[in-house]
C-alpha cells in the first residue's frame, strides 16, 4: 500500500511541480535513515508529505515525525496523503514558518531532514542545535543547487542570494565542532551532517 500511495504523491508532484526529493537523492536518504533507525524526527518543508512518509517508514519501530510547513495549501494536500497512510499518528504536521517554530520544539531529534528555503538555511542550522541528541544527524536537500554551489559557473542573479547561502551553510557545518558532514552529489546535492563523538 505505501508503495502506491508514494507512487501516486510522486505523479501529484511531477504533475504540480512540487519539489520533492528525487530519486537518486532519495537513495542516500533512505540509506541514512536505515543506519540511524531514529526514533525523533524533525523535518523542515513538509511539501506533501513525501519525505515525512519515507522517514517514518524507515525510521525506528516507534519512529515519530514533527513536520514543518510554511504554504498552508501544501499542508492539508500533506495531511490528506499523511492520514490516508499507515503512519498517520506518527507524523504531526504544524503550520507555520520554521524559523518561528524551531524555538518552540521540545529538544531530543535524533534526525533532522532540512527542506525548505534554502536560503533560511545557515539561520535553521543555528536554531535546531539546541534541539539535537547526542547521536543526531542532518540531512539537507538541495546543497549544491544546479551545480552552481561548488562549479566554475557564475550563478544567474536570480540565484546569487540562494548560491552564497547554500555556500554559507556548508562552510557553517563544515566549522562546527563535533559534526563530520558528507557532501553527496546525489539528486541536487545532500549534505549529512553526524555528531560525533571524541575518546576520552
Known amino acids: 500500500m505505501m ?5 501516486e504523491m510522486e505523479a501529484y508532484a511531477q504533475q504540480h511541480q512540487v519539489p520533492i526529493i528525487n530519486a537518486s537523492g532519495r537513495e542516500v536518504f533512505c540509506q541514512v535513515l536505515r543506519q540511524v ?3 525523533r524526527i524533525l523535518e523542515i518543508g513538509t511539501a506533501i508529505g513525501y519525505s515525512a512518509l519515507l522517514a517514518v517508514s524507515e525510521g525506528a519501530a516507534d519512529a515519530e515525525v514533527t513536520t514543518l510547513e510554511l504554504d498552508a495549501e501544501r499542508a492539508a494536500v500533506a495531511a490528506a496523503y499523511i492520514g490516508r497512510s499507515a503512519w498517520a499518528g506518527r507524523v504531526h504536521l504544524r503550520l ?15 534526525f533532522v531532514f532540512m527542506d525548505a528555503a ?5 539561520d535553521y542550522w543555528r536554531k535546531i542545535q539546541p534541539l ?6 542532518v540531512v539537507a536537500d538541495n546543497v549544491l543547487f544546479r551545480g552552481y554551489v561548488r562549479g566554475e559557473d557564475k550563478p544567474p542573479r536570480r540565484y546569487k542570494t540562494i548560491v552564497k547561502r547554500l555556500r554559507e551553510y556548508l562552510a557553517l557545518v563544515e566549522a562546527t565542532p ?7 552529489e546525489n ?6 551532517s553526524r555528531r560525533i ?4
Open 197 to 200: 563523538h571524541e575518546e576520552k
Open 187 to 192: 539528486g541536487d546535492g545532500l549534505a549529512v
Open 37 to 39: 533507525k531514529p526514533h
Open 178 to 184: 563535533g559534526f563530520v558532514t558528507d557532501i553527496y
Open 96 to 110: 507555520g514558518d520554521a524559523g518561528v517554530l524551531l524555538p518552540q520544539l521540545p529538544t531530543g531529534f535524533d
Open 132 to 137: 539535537l541528541s547526542p547521536e543526531a544527524v
Open 118 to 122: 534554502k536560503g533560511q538555511y545557515p
Open 3 to 7: 508503495d502506491v500511495l508514494l507512487q
